[in-house]
């Protein structure tokens, strides 16, 4: 008998009884494993540190704690977290705000259903994922933040992390913005391996998501290349 893959475990977190319970039905209904909900941000990261969800979709505007600083502090408190933020704003500083505070991918809720399940599949599985329209001005806040002084995360170092040609190379593809999935058909390796070249890179150069990988790879100018 063949084994089953583990289905994707989603926590839902918005403010608004009614579309919270529509959202995660659909999800459910889909064949997603959804561990917990939760209605304001202090309940948010309670639920989620003790869910352990693999997706978190999370709206922004949520009362106590506002959602950017829940998604901050369980990034930060367990990196492999996926956050997907699914909002009612297209504003462009709250797209970049939510990015900035670690989320993966950023929807609108104006997404249909069938947008909604392949955004939270896909965030799954580490790529980025926006509402179209909103994924060149993430790519371009990544090259301002590029630009703008930062410690580097290996300053005071003796010698700076060193990474193979391979996570060289998956790191230079992040840089300019392709998927996980794009990557793994460029470098003919499977989806997988993509994924555990880029977390062998984070560990190395203790970084915590994406942003910061592709912010790390752009202030050396892997971008280019």
Known sequence: ?????????????????????????????????????????????????????????????LPVKPGVQVCKELVAHNPALR????????????????VKSGATGYLLKSASTAELLDAVRR?????????????????????????????????GEPGAPRLTDRETEVLRLVAKGLSYKQIAERLVISHRTVQNHVQNTLGKLQLHNRVELVRYAIERGLDDE
Not at 25 to 52: F, H, M, P, Y
Not at 83 to 98: K, P
């Open 123 to 155: 965030t799954a599985a580490g790529d980025p994922v926006f509402t179209p329209g909103l994924a060149g001005l993430v790519l371009g806040e990544y090259r301002r933040l590029a630009s703008e002084p930062a410690p580097a995360p290996d300053a």
């Open 1 to 61: 008998m063949t084994q089953q893959q583990d289905p994707i475990r989603v926590m839902v977190v918005d403010d608004h009884p009614m579309w919270r319970d529509a959202v995660a039905r659909d999800l459910a209904e889909s064949g997603l494993e959804v561990v917990a909900t939760a209605g304001d941000g202090e309940q948010a990261v309670r639920r989620a540190r003790a869910a352990a969800p693999d997706v978190l979709v999370l709206d922004l505007n």
């Open 83 to 98: 956050v997907l933020v699914l909002s009612a704003s297209g504003e462009h500083a709250d797209v970049l705000e939510a």
